[in-house]
């Protein structure tokens, strides 16, 4: 009796270049938002929250939106789009009933019925055939799949939800290399021109994603969810901080606080923000430099120069005033300005990259 005929891989597309020349030459169209003014077409963000926080009703509001054409708070999805969900965990049942709640509370403004309900494609785990293989976005032959999907459905975003269900074959969050498969994942999602938001757990501290650093790189969006001081039991409920975003600053990118209501999603200053508490450290005039600020706020140098950066980019402060509020704080206290490093007033290269 003769074996099983062995298949051979179907072959790999051959390598382009492009010279100089047929670049500068090429006429692209202008890059298009799938969330403004932070996520444009063909880029990936990564959303990270603690266990029930509210990371799941945040983004199917942004799948809907995106969908249906609408608007969550002053987030709009100037068009709509096919959105492929993967969901790794939730039950079905759950899943209708929190759509149908953001549907009819009115959590997302403007939305397109109609749009929604044909351009929004789910699947998730829990619908499946218990035997059947569910997608894992660390294997390449699932990789493959997912993207024939979205070829085939015509989708242009894809939510995982979340990291750690969707994402079988990844052995040590903390381990970098481990990560190197899922970042190929959505550097494929990339090079198709598909736009990826990958929602995953926070670490303990509740204050960054779990796992290894390395994942960051890949991403030019990161959206952390915080919990509030104050929790209200049974209402989805957080404070947005952007960690980092290449998108179109402005001022709905500050530290608000969400509450998810009947009436929707409400949206309040969060007057208590890192970057409201290190602004106003600076205006004290008490501290000469970041480095002083970072001891007296408990927080670490890079993280003070964000903050300050988003001040910024986000219109609540200028970097001219920021270096006239130091300079005073130094005269104040009768250090000599020529003392100061070249890097105690602006933002650290750390800090740059991430914006």
Aim: one cysteine or more; a negative charge; glycine letters at 10%.
């Amino acid at each position: 009796m003769s074996g099983p005929l062995l298949t051979e891989p179907a072959p790999k597309p051959p390598l382009r270049g492009i010279t100089a020349a047929k670049l500068l030459q090429t006429s692209y169209p202008p890059r298009e938002f799938a969330i403004d003014p932070w996520l444009r077409t063909g880029e990936s963000a990564l959303i990270w929250a603690a266990t029930g926080v509210g990371k799941t009703w945040l983004t199917l509001s942004l799948a809907l939106a995106m969908a249906g054409g609408g608007r969550v708070w002053e987030w709009k999805a100037p068009k709509a789009r096919k959105v492929l969900i993967l969901d790794g965990e939730m039950n079905v049942q759950d899943l209708q009933e929190r759509i149908h709640h953001l549907v009819i509370s009115g959590a997302v403004d403007g939305l397109d019925r109609e749009a929604m309900g044909a351009n929004l494609l789910l699947m998730p785990r829990q619908y499946q055939d218990p035997r059947a293989q569910f997608y894992d976005i660390t294997d390449p032959a699932s990789q493959e799949r997912i993207l024939r999907e979205m070829e085939t459905s015509g989708a242009e975003v894809i939510i995982i939800d979340n990291l750690t269900t969707c994402a079988d074959g990844l052995a040590d969050e903390n381990d970098a290399t481990a990560f190197r498969s899922i970042m190929g994942f959505l550097l494929m999602m990339k090079q198709a021109g598909k736009t990826a938001i990958v929602v995953h757990h926070a670490n303990k501290s509740g204050k960054d994603a779990r796992g290894s650093t390395a994942l960051e790189a890949t991403f030019e969006v990161k959206l952390g969810l915080e919990r509030p001081p104050v929790e209200k039991p049974g209402e989805a409920s957080f404070i947005t901080q952007f960690g980092k975003f290449r998108g179109r600053g402005n001022d709905s990118l500050r530290p608000r606080v969400w509450t998810l209501k009947g009436s929707g999603w409400d949206v309040q200053d969060d007057t208590g923000s890192a970057d409201g508490r290190v602004l106003e450290a600076v205006r004290s005039l008490k501290f000469v430099n970041q480095a002083q600020v970072a001891q007296a706020l408990g927080m670490a140098q890079s993280s003070v120069s964000k903050a300050l950066k988003r001040c910024v980019i986000l219109g609540t402060a200028k970097q001219d005033e920021i270096d006239r509020l130091f300079i005073s704080a130094r005269s104040l206290s009768g250090v000599a300005s020529e003392s100061a490093g070249p890097d105690d007033n602006g933002v650290t290269e750390e800090a740059m990259a991430d914006f």
